[in-house]
Protein backbone atom coordinates (compact mmCIF):
# COMPACT_ATOMS: atom_id res chain seq x y z
CA UNK A 1 0.00 0.00 0.00
CA UNK A 2 1.41 3.47 -0.90
CA UNK A 3 1.21 5.76 1.83
CA UNK A 4 -1.04 8.58 1.83
CA UNK A 5 -3.62 6.44 -0.42
CA UNK A 6 -6.68 5.60 1.46
CA UNK A 7 -7.75 2.07 1.29
CA UNK A 8 -11.15 1.80 -0.77
CA UNK A 9 -14.05 0.71 1.40
CA UNK A 10 -15.64 -2.57 1.47
CA UNK A 11 -19.27 -3.00 1.67
CA UNK A 12 -20.02 -6.15 4.47
CA UNK A 13 -21.95 -8.48 1.94
CA UNK A 14 -24.13 -10.28 4.76
CA UNK A 15 -25.57 -6.77 5.70
CA UNK A 16 -27.42 -6.51 2.37
CA UNK A 17 -30.04 -9.19 3.39
CA UNK A 18 -30.46 -7.75 6.94
CA UNK A 19 -30.98 -4.31 5.20
CA UNK A 20 -33.27 -5.73 2.33
CA UNK A 21 -35.54 -7.65 5.03
CA UNK A 22 -35.16 -4.39 7.52
CA UNK A 23 -36.69 -2.53 4.53
CA UNK A 24 -39.67 -4.89 4.29
CA UNK A 25 -40.54 -5.46 7.61
CA UNK A 26 -40.19 -1.52 8.01
CA UNK A 27 -43.02 -1.24 5.27
CA UNK A 28 -44.86 -4.31 6.10
CA UNK A 29 -44.88 -6.34 3.19
CA UNK A 30 -44.36 -9.64 3.55
CA UNK A 31 -42.03 -12.02 1.37
CA UNK A 32 -44.82 -13.41 -0.17
CA UNK A 33 -45.90 -9.80 -1.76
CA UNK A 34 -42.20 -8.89 -2.31
CA UNK A 35 -42.30 -12.49 -4.53
CA UNK A 36 -45.31 -11.29 -6.56
CA UNK A 37 -44.00 -7.55 -6.93
CA UNK A 38 -40.25 -8.54 -8.06
CA UNK A 39 -41.02 -11.81 -9.49
CA UNK A 40 -38.92 -13.84 -7.31
CA UNK A 41 -39.46 -16.66 -5.50
CA UNK A 42 -40.63 -16.53 -1.98
CA UNK A 43 -37.75 -18.81 -1.42
CA UNK A 44 -34.94 -16.96 -3.04
CA UNK A 45 -36.14 -13.78 -1.97
CA UNK A 46 -35.99 -15.53 2.06
CA UNK A 47 -32.27 -17.04 0.92
CA UNK A 48 -30.95 -13.55 -0.52
CA UNK A 49 -32.11 -12.51 2.92
CA UNK A 50 -30.27 -14.67 4.63
CA UNK A 51 -27.31 -15.13 2.86
CA UNK A 52 -23.52 -13.74 3.83
CA UNK A 53 -23.51 -13.12 -0.30
CA UNK A 54 -25.07 -9.85 -2.01
CA UNK A 55 -27.56 -10.86 -4.96
CA UNK A 56 -26.53 -9.14 -8.34
CA UNK A 57 -26.53 -5.97 -8.54
CA UNK A 58 -29.81 -6.21 -11.20
CA UNK A 59 -31.46 -8.31 -8.65
CA UNK A 60 -30.82 -5.78 -6.00
CA UNK A 61 -32.38 -3.55 -8.54
CA UNK A 62 -35.24 -5.10 -8.82
CA UNK A 63 -35.84 -5.51 -4.84
CA UNK A 64 -34.78 -1.53 -4.05
CA UNK A 65 -37.69 -0.60 -6.73
CA UNK A 66 -40.40 -3.46 -4.96
CA UNK A 67 -39.68 -1.54 -1.66
CA UNK A 68 -39.44 1.94 -3.03
CA UNK A 69 -36.06 2.74 -1.90
CA UNK A 70 -32.59 2.68 -4.47
CA UNK A 71 -29.77 0.54 -4.88
CA UNK A 72 -27.47 2.26 -2.57
CA UNK A 73 -30.00 2.42 0.58
CA UNK A 74 -29.14 -1.53 0.28
CA UNK A 75 -25.87 -1.08 0.26
CA UNK A 76 -25.87 1.25 3.30
CA UNK A 77 -26.22 4.59 2.13
CA UNK A 78 -27.04 6.79 5.19
CA UNK A 79 -26.19 10.27 4.09
CA UNK A 80 -28.16 13.40 4.31
CA UNK A 81 -29.80 14.34 1.15
CA UNK A 82 -27.81 16.67 -0.68
CA UNK A 83 -28.09 18.29 -4.23
CA UNK A 84 -24.59 17.01 -5.30
CA UNK A 85 -22.09 14.39 -4.52
CA UNK A 86 -18.76 13.75 -4.63
CA UNK A 87 -17.11 10.34 -3.96
CA UNK A 88 -13.47 9.81 -4.20
CA UNK A 89 -11.61 7.14 -6.35
CA UNK A 90 -10.65 5.28 -2.88
CA UNK A 91 -13.93 6.05 -1.27
CA UNK A 92 -16.57 3.99 -3.55
CA UNK A 93 -17.65 0.98 -1.34
CA UNK A 94 -16.44 -2.31 -3.18
CA UNK A 95 -18.82 -4.98 -3.53
CA UNK A 96 -16.59 -8.48 -4.67
CA UNK A 97 -18.44 -11.52 -5.62
CA UNK A 98 -15.23 -13.45 -6.43
CA UNK A 99 -15.68 -17.18 -5.38
CA UNK A 100 -19.06 -16.53 -6.09
CA UNK A 101 -20.99 -18.39 -9.12
CA UNK A 102 -21.16 -14.92 -10.54
CA UNK A 103 -17.26 -13.73 -9.75
CA UNK A 104 -17.66 -10.00 -10.61
CA UNK A 105 -17.76 -7.39 -8.76
CA UNK A 106 -19.10 -3.89 -8.74
CA UNK A 107 -18.21 -0.20 -6.77
CA UNK A 108 -20.70 2.12 -5.74
CA UNK A 109 -20.11 5.62 -7.50
CA UNK A 110 -22.35 7.68 -5.98
CA UNK A 111 -23.70 6.04 -2.85
CA UNK A 112 -23.78 9.42 -0.58
CA UNK A 113 -26.13 10.80 -3.54
CA UNK A 114 -30.39 10.07 -2.18
CA UNK A 115 -33.28 9.37 -4.15
CA UNK A 116 -30.79 8.67 -7.33
CA UNK A 117 -32.86 8.44 -10.57
CA UNK A 118 -30.40 6.12 -12.08
CA UNK A 119 -27.85 4.05 -10.26
CA UNK A 120 -24.12 4.11 -11.18
CA UNK A 121 -21.39 1.57 -10.27
CA UNK A 122 -17.80 0.64 -11.84
CA UNK A 123 -18.23 -3.31 -12.71
CA UNK A 124 -15.17 -5.69 -13.28
CA UNK A 125 -15.90 -9.04 -15.40
CA UNK A 126 -13.60 -11.56 -14.81
CA UNK A 127 -11.68 -13.45 -17.54
CA UNK A 128 -13.97 -16.62 -16.60
CA UNK A 129 -17.39 -16.21 -15.02
CA UNK A 130 -20.57 -18.50 -15.07
CA UNK A 131 -22.79 -17.19 -17.30
CA UNK A 132 -26.18 -15.70 -16.24
CA UNK A 133 -28.77 -13.69 -18.10
CA UNK A 134 -30.23 -10.67 -16.32
CA UNK A 135 -33.39 -8.88 -16.91
CA UNK A 136 -35.03 -6.13 -14.86
CA UNK A 137 -36.84 -3.35 -15.94
CA UNK A 138 -35.65 0.26 -17.40
CA UNK A 139 -32.54 1.00 -19.12
CA UNK A 140 -28.87 0.54 -18.59
CA UNK A 141 -25.73 2.17 -19.97
CA UNK A 142 -22.56 -0.01 -20.11
CA UNK A 143 -19.00 1.77 -21.26
CA UNK A 144 -15.52 -0.08 -21.28
CA UNK A 145 -13.23 1.39 -19.73
CA UNK A 146 -10.71 -1.56 -19.89
CA UNK A 147 -10.78 -4.70 -22.08
CA UNK A 148 -12.69 -5.99 -24.52
CA UNK A 149 -16.39 -7.23 -23.35
CA UNK A 150 -18.88 -9.83 -25.41
CA UNK A 151 -22.03 -8.54 -25.02
CA UNK A 152 -25.62 -10.63 -25.36
CA UNK A 153 -28.87 -8.52 -25.85
CA UNK A 154 -31.31 -10.93 -26.96
CA UNK A 155 -30.59 -13.00 -29.87
CA UNK A 156 -27.50 -9.76 -30.55
CA UNK A 157 -24.07 -10.93 -30.00
CA UNK A 158 -22.10 -7.32 -29.74
CA UNK A 159 -17.94 -7.07 -28.95
CA UNK A 160 -17.64 -3.68 -27.18
CA UNK A 161 -14.34 -2.61 -26.83
CA UNK A 162 -12.50 -0.22 -24.85
CA UNK A 163 -13.85 3.59 -25.28
CA UNK A 164 -16.96 2.06 -27.18
CA UNK A 165 -20.43 2.36 -25.31
CA UNK A 166 -23.63 -0.02 -25.43
CA UNK A 167 -27.08 1.68 -24.00
CA UNK A 168 -30.33 -1.25 -24.22
CA UNK A 169 -33.35 -1.59 -22.89
CA UNK A 170 -32.39 -4.09 -19.75
CA UNK A 171 -35.97 -5.46 -19.74
CA UNK A 172 -34.20 -7.85 -22.76
CA UNK A 173 -31.91 -10.82 -21.20
CA UNK A 174 -28.41 -9.44 -21.11
CA UNK A 175 -25.14 -11.03 -20.61
CA UNK A 176 -21.38 -9.24 -20.81
CA UNK A 177 -18.46 -11.23 -20.37
CA UNK A 178 -14.43 -10.44 -20.79
CA UNK A 179 -13.63 -11.30 -24.65
CA UNK A 180 -9.91 -11.76 -24.28
CA UNK A 181 -7.61 -12.76 -21.72
CA UNK A 182 -7.84 -9.68 -18.75
CA UNK A 183 -11.04 -8.44 -16.63
CA UNK A 184 -12.88 -5.88 -18.38
CA UNK A 185 -14.10 -3.13 -16.30
CA UNK A 186 -16.98 -0.90 -17.25
CA UNK A 187 -18.67 2.30 -16.11
CA UNK A 188 -21.94 1.16 -15.50
CA UNK A 189 -25.58 3.27 -14.82
CA UNK A 190 -29.08 1.36 -14.44
CA UNK A 191 -32.41 3.25 -15.09
CA UNK A 192 -35.39 2.13 -13.74
CA UNK A 193 -38.56 3.70 -13.99
CA UNK A 194 -40.05 4.13 -10.27
CA UNK A 195 -36.63 4.57 -8.68
CA UNK A 196 -37.80 6.69 -5.56
Request: proline content about 7%.
Amino acid sequence: MFPNMKQQPTVIEAEIGKRIRSFRNGKRITLEKLAERTGFTKGYLSKVEKSEKAPPVSTLGTIARALGVTISSLLGEDSPSRPISLVKKGERPLITRDGTRFGYSYEAVAQPFTNKMMEPFVLTLPVKQKRTLYRHEGQEILFVLEGTMRFFHGTEELIVEEGDCVYFDSGIPHFGESAGDEAVKCFMVIYSPGNP
